[in-house]
């Protein structure tokens, strides 16, 4: 069975830092790219992120370059977003998703909850 479980989302202050985490399980986790979405309510789905599947490239959101950091340990098929310097504008549910091929995802976690207040 394939399963992204994503993990580590909750409450934060503006400018705090969270790291999520995604395990993968069921696929070859070493040949797709992994990726990071995210869905603000009453707004459609947001690409946040995606490192490739070896891990030697990373691309951004310019709305998240320079204060997120997307990583991938391939020998424990997770990968992670660290997000630091969190604005009010970063809440949504954050989701993993896995792509065989550029821009086709075939896998999608549940997600996990960020929410950015004081």
């Known amino acids: 069975e394939v399963q992204l479980v994503e993990s580590g989302g909750g409450l934060v202050q503006p400018g705090g830092s969270l790291r999520l985490s995604c395990a993968a399980s069921g696929f070859t986790f070493g040949n797709y790219d992994m990726s990071w979405f995210r869905q603000a309510p009453g707004k459609g789905p947001e690409w946040v992120s995606t490192i490739n599947w070896r891990g030697g490239s990373t691309y951004y959101a310019d709305s998240v370059k320079g204060r997120f950091t997307i990583s991938r340990d391939n020998a424990r098929n997770m990968v992670y977003l660290q997000m630091n310097s969190l604005k009010p504008e970063d809440t949504a549910v954050y989701y993993c998703?896995?792509?065989?091929?550029?821009?086709?995802?075939?896998?999608w976690g549940q997600g996990t909850q960020v929410t950015v207040s004081s």
């Open positions: 998703a896995a792509a065989f091929a550029w821009g086709q995802y075939d896998y």
